[in-house]
């Protein structure tokens, strides 16, 4: 079995609270697994085992706010930004 490395930077910070969100709709995905966010330097890491489970996990984190970088949003498209005040301020937790 041939896994694949993703590592995708994504155009919208998240925290620690949005991180566990987004690591578990990823791990819903068939094959996606070794899941692994990075906040600070806004990167999603994961396995994958066939490019159609990539596209997937790609299309799950452009629902969930955090499009992949160089990903073209039309304009009139807002983003839900985290509502943790994110990257600023995390409850319960010294930055
Ligand atoms: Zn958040």
Do not use: W
Request: aromatic content about 8%; hydrophobic content about 35%.
């Amino acid at each position: 079995m041939k896994f694949g490395l993703a590592k995708i930077p994504v155009q919208n910070t998240f925290c620690s609270k949005c991180s566990a969100r987004i690591k578990s709709e990823l791990l819903k995905i068939q094959d996606i697994t070794n899941v692994s966010l990075y906040p600070t330097d806004s990167l999603v890491v994961f396995n994958f085992i066939k490019a159609n489970e990539l596209s997937t996990a790609l299309n799950t984190l452009t629902d969930l706010g955090y499009p992949p970088e160089g990903d073209r949003l039309g304009s009139n498209k807002v983003l839900p930004i985290c509502s943790h005040t994110c990257g600023r301020y995390v409850e319960g937790e010294v930055a």
